[in-house]
Every structure is written in C-alpha cells, then in structure tokens.
C-alpha cells in the first residue's frame, strides 16, 4: 500500500511542478484521465478534462507569471490524497476582473485527489481567491 501511496503523490508533485509551475499541456494530458471529473467545477464550466485544462490555459496562466507551488503536507486515505499547499505568483495579467498590478501573490489552497493508474481521476478543490484579490487590491 505505501507504495501507491507515494506513486499517487508523486503523481501529483508532479501535476503541480509541471502544469500549474511550468504551464506544460502535454504533461495535463498525460496526467489526466479522459474520464476525470473535476468535483470544484463552477456552474457552467465542464467537469471533465476541457474545463479543468481551461482554468490553467485561459485564466491562470495568463493571469499569472514565476508560478512556484509550495506543497507542505499531503495526506493519503481510503484512496484520496489531500494536499495542502501555497501558489505563489507575480499578478502580471488581469485576474477575476484585476487589472495587471505587478505584485507578488500568495494563493493558499488545499485539493483531494483520486489517482487511478497514475492519472487524475477525481478533484476537489478550496482556494483562496479572495485572500487573492485582498493582496492585489491593497496598497
């Protein structure tokens, strides 16, 4: 069992480092499951893999710039993997509406994940978008 365990973080170590940091398509395709449901979707955006890929290509990315992820635990059970972490980034594009301010954000978001054979099946997901646009807003 440790050893699924530490494939699946790994896999999702992985998922951060090369698609949310480094903005690498290839990699999402790789690490995503056709079937995957993305369970945090928002009205009107599809729960499966073109909407999660969306959220990276069409809102985060362009948004933001020097993405690094700083994951500080992950917790494996019953076959989800809940990883708690901190998204840093430079607010080069506009964001929920922001114009580009320059500044240096901290997004703190924790996300459960199923892995099934290596790739993402299921997510679920809490950030803090507001704690986000209090840090552009401010002076």
Not at 68 to 87: A, L, S, Y
Not at 95 to 120: C, L, T
Request: hydrophobic share 45%; net charge negative; with cysteine.
């Amino acid at each position: 069992m440790g050893d699924v365990m530490d494939t699946s973080k790994a896999v999702i170590q992985r998922f951060n480092r090369e698609v949310i940091e480094n903005g690498d398509m290839a990699a999402f395709a790789e690490l995503v499951a056709p079937d995957f449901v993305n369970h945090s979707a928002p009205p009107g955006v599809s729960p499966g893999p073109d909407g999660f890929a969306g959220f990276f290509t069409g809102m985060l990315h362009p948004a933001l710039s020097d993405i690094r992820v700083h994951i500080h635990e992950q917790i494996e059970e019953n076959g989800k993997v809940v990883t708690r972490k901190t998204i840093e980034a430079t607010h080069t594009g506009a964001f929920f509406g922001q114009p580009a301010s320059g500044k240096r954000i901290a997004i703190h978001a924790m996300d459960i994940v199923v892995v099934r054979d290596g790739k993402y099946a299921e997510h679920w997901s809490c950030a803090d978008l507001y704690g986000a646009l209090a840090q552009i807003r401010a002076a």
